[in-house]
């Protein structure tokens, strides 16, 4: 037997792997899909509904704000934080600021604590005697109790997350790019705009289809920073968003078969968005 | 011969999909009556799982302290404790009750959406004739025993069978500062009027006259509760909150309530931006001295206690009527295998004694709480649910009604509050909360 040549032994190595694999995700996912095609309380016997848990999401108001509402949030869990990064990344790279390393670790940091710490601290922050009201003299003005506020400063908590690792994303790609690259923008007399267009965008192409794909499905899957800050759907339910509407529903108001169908739609959106990114911005082209 | 073996592929199907519907409808065989034993001695080596939510310190002891001494009074029986916070046990306990290895005992939530829907499920055992067994129905009054009563369709909360007891009780009333009021030269209001006037009064001393937080949206109901009960009468307000078929949310005493918490904000008497405070942060406010009042349960007490020492007051709202209720009750499901063991623990963690040491831990116990000790706070606490709970004026909390009742009329008030919704549109979403549970399900 030739060496490199596939054997079937090879699927004995992958199998314990596999096996976990298909323990804990594959027939979870299957088995979410199985239900969604049921009307079931969680307690008594299901009876069988085709797809008419999936056809209701579509007429329910409920479902449908829950979705409008991850959308939103789509903008500031992902669009902005990569925005920024890819400034914030420039600018690192440009002006050798000293300590570094400290800075890139504390833009990290938001990373790191577990989402219900940050949920809680913002919420302080938020308060109606908190630190945002003192700053900006708007005294009593309820941001987490208002329908109008509630969304945005969710959303801009997920900014606040997300941003540094876009950010350390994109200062591992900038350091990879060739010394010689730069040099050879500048002497063709490009300034910091050019060189920006010329050489670190298309550098990062991967590094920013990465940060699109990893930000994009944390917002569709977002639940702890929502049901901490905004409970029971925010202020008029303007922050439901689709993980809280499974979890209501699956827990609290009996309906499993309709969670489960959010679930597979939300699971089938996050491979939608993560094939069309990867398509667009994958690095096989790059 | 291959048409018959396509024939049978539907066939096939059919079964397998029958076969594969989650869930099951067997219902455990009930218990005929008349084979109840309580001699616990006599029932052999048993061991009862039990899974409560006495988990906060005052709860953690007494009921630390009944499992030792039934331990020693039974050493046959071995109790298998399983503590979860309240939120964590509603979680988990629909897949606990499901399960083959069900606990033997749990604390269930009385609403509609927990016990009702269990009861409907078959998981819950009924505990009548454990009542007259051990004289439960003595015991408890009626009142009592009401909230965790369902038929077996489980859809009216009050009637039917008995599913459970509770052990202590709490009221929703109106916490005062005692010190403030005298500051403002007023005396505990005793009318609605007065109260009217103590909120002018405080506001235009420049004090907070409610402290309120309503970012979980659980004290916005409780403030319209109250006002419910200053425009309604308990008959009508008990039928609204069990969800009964004859309730109706659109009438003028309704109206006159949904208008007065309205007035209540735009008269600025609640917390500035208490839509985005935290029901927790409002009470430790209220406890640091600000507001005047604050309508909230007795399951502040410690918290106040500790602030603010004698200087906190409990009152019920002028006129009687108060929303109250109990703790969870103690249910027997299904599956247990001992039912007996199970209801003779119940009844000792019930007795008079017991009592005495849920009391004594710092928790209000649902029986005789007027004769059991206490000073300050705790003493009006300890009255004012003696008072209540033997009375016809003690009202359920507004969200036993439906199954989603706690989201609705939690979000409903918001946006009154919010200005979101004018009083006819707020009434009319509870009502439809009401109809759209009524015939189905």
Redesign the interface.
């Known amino acids: 037997m030739a060496v490199g040549e596939p054997r079937r032994v090879g699927y004995l190595y992958a199998l314990p792997a596999l096996l976990v694999y298909v323990a804990f995700l594959l027939f979870p996912l299957l088995h979410s899909g199985?239900?969604s095609l049921?009307a079931?309380?969680?307690?008594?016997?299901?009876?069988?509904a085709g797809l008419s848990n999936y056809a209701s999401l579509f007429s329910e108001e409920g479902a449908a704000a829950a979705f409008g509402h991850v959308g939103v949030l789509i903008l500031f869990f992902s669009v902005l934080p990569v925005c920024i990064g890819l400034v914030l990344a420039t600018a690192l790279h440009r002006v050798r600021i000293r300590g570094l390393p400290f800075f890139r670790t504390v833009l990290f940091l938001p990373q790191v604590i577990a989402m219900v710490v940050v949920a809680v601290a913002w919420?302080r922050i938020?308060?109606?005697?908190g630190a945002l009201?003192f700053v900006l003299g708007t005294?009593?003005?309820?941001?987490?109790?208002?329908?109008a506020t509630a969304l945005l400063s969710v959303g801009i908590v997920g900014t606040w997350v997300q941003t540094g690792l876009a950010m350390v994303l994109f200062l591992g790609g900038i350091g990879k790019v060739s010394a010689d690259l730069f040099d050879a923008a500048r002497l063709d007399g490009a300034g910091p705009a050019g060189e920006f267009r010329a050489v670190i965008l298309p550098a990062l192409r991967g590094e920013i289809g990465v940060a699109l794909t990893l930000t994009v499905i944390a917002a569709l899957r977002t639940f702890d920073l929502v049901y901490m800050m905004?409970?029971?759907?925010g202020?008029?339910?303007s922050t439901t968003v689709p993980a809280y509407e499974i979890y209501?529903r699956a827990?609290?108001?009996?309906q499993?078969g309709s969670a489960a169908a959010i679930g597979v739609v939300i699971t089938v959106l996050a491979f939608l968005v993560t094939y069309v990114i990867t398509r667009v911005a994958g690095r096989e082209r790059a | 011969m291959k048409l018959p073996v396509i024939a049978a592929v539907p066939v096939i199907a059919a079964v397998v999909l029958a076969a594969c519907a989650p869930g099951s409808d067997n219902k455990p065989a009930q218990q005929p009556a008349g084979e109840v034993r309580t001699d616990v001695a006599a029932m052999g080596d048993v061991t009862l799982t039990i899974w409560d939510q006495e988990t906060r310190p005052a709860q953690e002891a007494q009921i630390k302290e009944l499992n030792a001494r039934f331990q020693a009074k039974y050493p046959n029986i071995r109790i298998n404790r399983v503590g979860r916070s309240f939120d964590d046990l509603r979680s988990t306990i629909k897949l606990g009750l499901t399960a083959n290895d069900a606990p033997d005992i749990a604390q269930v939530n009385n609403g509609k959406q927990d016990m009702g829907a269990f009861v409907k499920a078959g998981l819950l055992r009924p505990m009548d004739s454990y009542a007259s067994a051990y004289q439960w129905t003595q015991r408890f009054p009626e009142s009592v025993r009401k909230l965790a009563s369902y038929p077996d369709s489980g859809d009216v909360l009050g009637e039917g069978k008995l599913y459970g007891v509770p052990q202590t009780g709490e009221l929703v009333g109106i916490w005062y500062n005692k010190a403030k009021l005298t500051e403002l030269g007023l005396q505990p209001p005793k009318t609605w009027d007065e109260f009217d006037a103590a909120l002018a009064r405080a506001k235009a001393a420049g004090q907070v006259p409610i402290q309120i937080g309503n970012l979980e949206k659980s004290s916005g109901p409780y403030l319209f509760a109250l006002a419910m009960h200053r425009f309604g009468n308990p008959a009508d307000e008990t039928r609204l909150a069990t969800g009964r078929a004859d309730a109706n949310w659109l009438t003028e005493p309704n109206r006159q309530a949904a208008r007065q918490v309205a007035d209540w904000v735009d008269k600025g008497y609640l917390t500035t931006g208490f839509a985005g405070l935290k029901s927790d942060d409002a009470t430790e406010k209220f406890g640091a001295g600000e507001g005047v009042f604050h309508v909230n349960g007795t399951w502040s007490l410690a918290t106040l206690k500790e602030a603010m020492k004698d200087n906190a007051g409990f009152l019920l709202p002028p006129g009687g009527t108060v929303t109250g209720g109990t703790g969870l009750p103690w249910a027997i499901s299904a599956k247990s295998r001992n039912p007996d063991a199970a209801a003779a623990y119940i009844d000792f963690i019930t007795t008079q004694d017991a009592m005495k040491t849920v009391a004594s831990s710092g928790n209000l116990p649902v029986l005789d709480a007027g004769q059991q000790p206490g000073a300050g706070p705790e003493r009006d606490v300890l009255d004012k649910w003696q008072e209540a709970s033997t009375s016809t004026k003690m009202v359920p909390y507004l969200d036993y009604a439906t199954p989603n009742a706690y989201e609705v009329i939690g979000g409903a008030v918001e946006q009154l509050m919010a200005k979101q919704l004018d009083v006819e549109a707020f009434l009319g979403r509870l009502q439809a909360d009401l109809e759209s549970r009524r015939g189905g399900r």
Do not use: I, R
């Open positions: 199985w239900l049921f079931w309380d969680g307690l008594s016997l299901g009876t069988w919420q938020f308060a109606p005697d009201n005294e009593g003005k309820a941001w987490l109790g208002d329908s905004t409970p029971l759907g202020p008029g339910g209501q827990f609290h108001t009996g499993v």
